[in-house]
């Protein structure tokens, strides 16, 4: 596609419960990631993805938060558990080839829980 | 959608002006920087990069500064428009073990004054 596109755009979910947000990079982009932002902050860097392993996830909370990226295009950010405090727009960015080239962001989820 | 940075410092110059972002980053060891804009609603947007083996590189109506003696970055935006308003991050590309460790900074709202 022309850019990153995510979704949903948005998601509402109550407490305990378990969430997956959609990721599709720019096509032919080898590098992706997803990021947090709360409100009024800048992103926060969760997990990098070279193909389909993940490169560095050394930004992901908890055991709760798992990404994948099955086949080296689309990527699922999936949260167990939900809890108030996760709630936050959640972007995913793609690159060419690795974190030397430039980002390139989707419009982000912003994910409530109630 | 979601307003991004309700409290963050606040940059106000007057239509037709020239605009200067500040950033302090802080990792020495940061070799790649980048400037994001951000609209409410959407993820950011790439403005300008710059690499740490150069101390300025110029877009169309952007300048980007880079200050390695006391890790400054600067971001100059000529005949600001009311189109430029929005949150500012610079962010910083450290390498790692990992490859790459992505840092943004905390943002800055310009508002474009009629």
């Known amino acids: 596609g022309a850019g990153v596109s995510q979704t949903p755009s948005n998601k509402v979910t109550e407490k305990g419960k378990y969430v997956e947000l959609r990721c599709d990079p720019i096509?032919?982009?080898?590098?992706l990631y997803w990021y947090r932002q709360s409100l009024g902050q800048g992103p926060e860097f969760l997990i990098y993805?070279?193909?389909?392993?993940?490169?560095?996830d050394s930004g992901l909370p908890n055991d709760r938060f798992f990404a994948v990226r099955p086949e080296g295009s689309v990527s699922t950010l999936k949260i167990q558990r939900t809890e108030r405090g996760d709630s936050a727009v959640y972007l995913c960015?793609?690159?060419?080839?690795?974190?030397?080239?430039?980002?390139?962001f989707g419009p982000g989820t912003r994910l409530t829980v109630l | 959608g979601e307003s991004v940075g309700l409290h963050l410092p606040t940059l106000s110059v007057q239509e037709g002006d020239n605009s200067i972002i500040n950033c302090a980053y802080s990792?020495?060891?940061?070799?790649?920087f980048i400037w994001y804009k951000q609209e409410s609603g959407k993820g950011p947007q790439f403005i300008i990069d710059?690499?740490?083996?150069?101390d300025k590189r110029q877009g169309q109506r952007v300048t980007v500064l880079l200050n390695k003696t006391v890790k400054h970055l600067s971001l100059q935006i000529a005949a600001t428009q009311p189109g430029d308003s929005a949150v500012y991050f610079c962010?910083?590309?450290?390498?790692?073990?990992?490859?790459?460790?992505?840092?943004f900074g905390p943002g800055t709202r310009l508002s474009v004054l009629p």
């Open positions: 960015a793609s690159s060419l080839l690795s974190s030397s080239d430039t980002q390139y």
């Open positions: 096509s032919g982009h080898t590098a």
């Open positions: 993805f070279q193909g389909t392993g993940a490169a560095d």
């Open positions: 990792n020495s060891a940061s070799d790649y």
């Open positions: 710059i690499r740490s083996n150069m």
């Open positions: 962010a910083e590309n450290t390498p790692d073990n990992y490859g790459q460790n992505f840092v």
